[in-house]
């Protein structure tokens, strides 16, 4: 499948995704609007606290200062970046995402940010032009880790910070390693072919020591990790078991398992990496502005009517935003991604045996057993773990701006 096919998979998905202003989730001004106690929408309640919680240990770890050129790679609807302003709001912010759709319900939610499509392999910007980046989420989907990173580590300016955050593929989880282990046993008893399980875009995030490994061949050094979002796929998977109780609640309690290291990889489904850029010994290096730039040469782009043209790659059109997805109308090499199954119209395509349908049953009554398992173990291990401090989060210091922002239980 080429990136055209990746592209638009992600566009079909978001299509489907509500629309309207996300401000519940996001920034993190809005803190008050969000309410911890009783709701007709639990599972609503937990990702808002979820989804904040995982934005206050980003914005920590980015070190956040005034006049800074920020990056997000892979801006989704463009929430980061209210958060960024709201905090810093002289910062100088540019986001990129491969999805026209995502990018358009940034700009018409009004995120104070300039957006360029483009692939996170070849990034539209000059060497050293950033003095953060923020990537979340989008390291599993591309098909080339290790380019991505280089590119991080060619934009980043020296002693510059970038945190890329993706799913911890070795917890326990019953999307990752743990119910992973369960569906391979399962189908050897009820389906061998389990070709509806396909999907269409690529989902494989590289775990700590491949991380290590990429980080090892770039300029970059990883000068801390850790694991957050304890049970983070398992508990919605009960909010109709859990009745009165609330999400929320239950997952800031658990989220005291984050404070080891030992539970924390097994029971966290996500993980942050921070890196930052080694500075060069006696040698000077210029920064460049962060302006567009072709995303194969890094020369200069002369601005046409309706396009940015490079003189030796071609044309990159500019509609609503530049687009540097393809040079000169063609696919990059360097853009396909791992061949897939076009699954557009995979419900009429997969004929399922009742064998393969009971197992399919089967498979996820376990899993929902399974989850609660999970959950009931991680209840018994915070009985014996360090409490979550006053700001809620040990990753969170005391003296933090984010202080003020972070309320993650309210008396």
């Known amino acids: 499948m080429d990136v055209q096919k990746h592209r638009e998979s992600f566009d079909k998905i978001y ?10 989730v996001f920034p993190l001004r809005d803190i008050d609007a969000f309410d911890l106690g009783p709701s007709k929408n639990r599972a609503k309640d937990y990702y808002c606290y979820m989804y904040r919680r995982f934005s206050c240990h980003i914005l920590n770890e980015i070190k956040l200062e005034e ?3 920020v990056l997000v790679l892979g801006c989704g609807q463009g929430t980061d970046e209210k958060n960024i302003k709201s905090l810093c709001p002289s910062a100088n912010i540019r986001s990129t995402d491969i999805s026209a759709e995502m990018i358009k319900r940034a700009i018409d939610g009004a995120s ?3 957006f360029a499509l483009a692939s996170a392999e070849n ?3 000059p060497d050293n032009s950033f003095d953060r980046i923020v990537s979340r989420e989008v390291i599993e989907h591309v098909d080339k880790p290790q380019q991505m990173l280089n590119e ?9 910070v970038a945190v890329i955050t993706t799913e911890n593929e070795e917890s326990l989880s019953r999307k990752h390693a743990g119910g992973e282990f369960i569906k391979r046993i399962i189908r050897l008893f009820f389906r061998k072919n389990a ?3 396909v999907v269409a875009f690529k989902d494989e995030a590289p775990t700590l020591r491949e991380m290590k490994a990429l980080a090892e061949k770039t300029d970059l050094d990883l000068c801390d990790y850790f694991w957050d979002g304890a049970l983070y796929q398992s508990l919605p998977s009960l909010y109709r078991w859990l009745k009165g109780n609330n999400l929320a609640s239950l997952a800031y309690k658990l989220s005291a398992l984050e404070n080891s290291r030992f539970f924390a990889p097994l029971f966290c489904d996500q993980a942050k990496y921070v890196f930052r850029k080694k500075k060069p010994i006696n040698v000077d290096v210029m920064n460049s502005p962060p302006d567009f730039v072709c995303p194969v040469c890094q020369g200069e782009l002369e601005l046409l009517v309706d396009e940015l043209n490079c003189p030796s790659h071609g044309s990159f059109p500019v509609a609503s935003v530049p687009d540097f997805v393809f040079v000169g109308g063609e696919k990059k090499d360097v853009q396909t991604v791992t061949p897939l199954r076009d699954v557009s119209d ?5 004929e399922m045996s009742f064998w393969c349908k009971l197992g399919r049953y089967v498979e996820r009554r376990i899993l929902h057993a399974y989850s609660f398992f999970l959950v009931l173990c991680g209840c018994l291990i915070i009985l014996f773990l360090p409490k979550n401090p006053d700001t809620g989060s040990k990753r969170i210091d005391g003296e ?3 202080v003020e922002f972070i309320k993650f239980a309210k008396s």
């Not at 991080?152 to 510059?160: C, E, F, H, I, T």
């Not at 995979?346 to 997969?350: A, E, G, N």
Request: proline share 8%.
């Open 67 to 69: 006049g800074l050129d």
């Open 195 to 197: 070709s509806f399980d």
């Open 346 to 350: 995979l419900s009429k395509s997969v």
């Open 152 to 160: 991080v580590s060619r934009m980043l300016r020296d002693n510059g």
């Open 400 to 402: 933090s701006n984010l």
């Open 15 to 24: 299509k489907d995704l509500p629309t309207g202003n996300s401000d519940i």
């Open 112 to 114: 104070p940010s300039t």
């Open 123 to 125: 990034m539209p910007f």
